[in-house]
């Protein structure tokens, strides 16, 4: 009988070979559906991550866009490190982002 058991300790040469290889799959996924879909899986590729830090304008767009995940991000972290499971965040983003908005209209 097959049974799964924890490592002792974590391997550190897993510790870091694991988001390199995350990322190096992600790539090579994104390349097959580029070029699956008749792009060019560089000029795709280009678009999606060097395009938006090329300038400033770039940097600081993709810096507001990012902000209200990031902070998502940390609110579930918190949840998940208390042991909460929070499954709601998209929802609550978005309820946030409604009273957000009226709370700065009504003021």
């Given at each position: 009988?097959l049974r ?41 590729m280009y ?61």
């Amino acid at each position: 009988m097959l049974r799964l058991e924890p490592r002792p300790q974590a391997s550190q040469q897993m510790a870091l070979l694991a988001p390199l290889l995350a990322i190096l799959l992600t790539l090579i996924a994104g390349a097959f559906l580029f070029s699956a879909w008749g792009a060019n899986p560089l000029t795709a590729m280009y678009t999606f991550f060097i395009e938006p830090v090329n300038s400033v304008y770039g940097f600081t767009e993709l810096l507001l866009k990012a902000t209200p995940l990031v902070l998502t991000g940390i609110g579930l972290a918190i949840c998940f490190r208390a042991n909460i499971w929070n499954i709601g965040a998209e929802g609550q983003y978005i309820m946030g982002a409604i009273f957000g908005a009226a709370a700065g209209l009504a003021f």
